[in-house]
């Protein structure tokens, strides 16, 4: 099966109202390509750009209520937003979220329609150790317990230590781990396993897209700094269009 890649943004906490804009006019987009970006998710109200999906970085597991500082999957749906972020790794290491939280948020996601683009990955010691299929499988978990919502997810492989280090893991590296990612969805389901979404992301750039968009497990990326500037962005989309057959 032949699946459309995804390419997306994630700002994190950068960028101001007027980077925005100027990204969304000089963002150029393709057919052959999904493409989303989840700027800081106080400017989702206001961006749009045709043919491009909004996400955000982050959503809550609960609904309305006394949640202070959060925003629920109903208010992301409210003001377009498509996809929403779970379990990004900076998320795990400075809010504490756990393998089963990140799960719950997946599943509030799916309730509201949203798409969760549900992050794992390992740390350079967990790799080291030769515990990155372990770490995997646990992340996993408690997401694969949830036959609503495993259907419904993109999954990025986002090794800790390649985010915003500059050090990305090598094309065989990543396709090793987005396999055994699939073999996972596949002791589930494999109808599932075979049309799922997995983005890699982790210093993804201009010069090494196009490898890394070239494994088969590989369906697109996840991009941190390079998609702060439209140029490097439109190239790395360039880069997954042209994994697509004509
Ligand atoms: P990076 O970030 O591309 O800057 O490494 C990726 C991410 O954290 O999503």
Redesign the pocket.
């Known amino acids: 099966m032949s699946i459309t890649p995804l390419v997306m943004g994630?700002w994190?906490m950068n960028g101001r109202a007027e980077a925005l804009q100027h990204f969304l006019e000089d963002v150029q987009l393709t057919t052959k390509v999904d493409t989303a970006l989840c700027p800081p998710s106080l400017y989702l109200a206001s961006a749009f750009k045709a043919g491009l999906a909004f996400g955000a970085q982050d959503v809550s597991a609960e609904t309305d209520g006394a949640r202070t500082g959060e925003l629920s999957a109903a208010m992301l749906k409210d003001v377009g937003c498509a996809y929403a972020l779970v379990g990004?790794?900076?998320r795990r290491e400075y809010h504490a979220e756990t393998n089963e939280l990140v799960a719950e948020k997946a599943s509030a996601a799916v309730a509201q329609g949203l798409v969760p683009v549900f992050?794992v990955g390992e740390t350079l010691a967990q790799r080291e150790a030769g515990e990155v299929e372990q770490v995997i499988a646990e992340q996993l978990a408690p997401l694969l317990a949830l036959p609503d919502v495993i259907g419904k997810v993109v999954v990025?492989y986002?090794p800790v230590w390649?985010?915003?280090?500059g050090k990305t893991a090598s094309s065989e590296d990543a396709q090793q781990v987005h396999a055994y990612i699939r073999t996972q969805f596949a002791a589930v389901d494999a109808k599932i396993a075979a049309a799922l979404r997995i983005l890699y992301?982790?210093?993804?750039k201009p010069d090494n897209a196009a490898e890394l968009c070239s494994m088969p497990d590989i369906n697109g990326a996840?991009?941190?700094?390079?998609?702060l500037d439209a140029a490097s962005f439109n190239e790395i989309i360039q880069a997954a269009a042209a994994t697509v057959a004509a």
């Open positions: 994630n994190k990004h790794s900076e992050c990025a986002e390649a985010i915003g280090t992301g982790g210093s993804v996840l991009v941190g700094g390079a998609s």
